[in-house]
């Protein structure tokens, strides 16, 4: 089973600033789509941000854009989530994906969750005022 090893999240205040980051199993790193979600109690997963590894193309979804940045660590294959001005609307149970080994990047990555076949467990991220 793939295992897609997560960490950062955690209490942060509002306005505030957010570190989270991805490990990613090497065979899986390389020319794939790999995508920061969150999710909020009852509602659906949705995308944050994107990254296509062979070219570093990203995707900042539009909730949080201007406040986020995706980035990655060839060396250490992982993927890396940064937010700032950090809102009570942010707090959610964050989730790191990667695309399918068979996957075939046709100019840009999946935004929804489904085009998504690797989860890690998720980390929670609360937002205290």
């Known amino acids: 089973q793939v295992q897609l090893v997560e960490s950062g999240g955690g209490s942060v205040e509002t306005g505030g600033s957010l570190t989270l980051s991805c490990g990613v199993p090497e065979y899986l790193y390389r020319r794939n789509c790999v995508g920061w979600f969150r999710q909020r109690p009852g509602g659906a997963r949705e995308g944050v941000a994107l990254?296509?590894?062979?070219?570093?193309?990203?995707t900042i979804f539009g909730s949080v854009k201007g406040r986020c940045t995706i980035s990655q660590d060839n060396a250490n294959k992982t993927v890396t989530l940064r937010m700032n001005n950090v809102k009570p609307d942010d707090a959610a149970t964050f989730y790191c994906?990667?695309?399918?080994?068979?996957?075939?990047?046709?100019?840009?990555?999946?935004?929804?969750?489904?085009?998504?076949?690797?989860w890690g467990r998720g980390t929670q991220v609360t937002v205290s005022s």
């Open positions: 994906a990667v695309t399918s080994r068979s996957f075939s990047y046709r100019g840009s990555c999946p935004t929804q969750a489904a085009g998504y076949e690797h």
């Open positions: 990254i296509y590894t062979a070219s570093e193309t990203t």
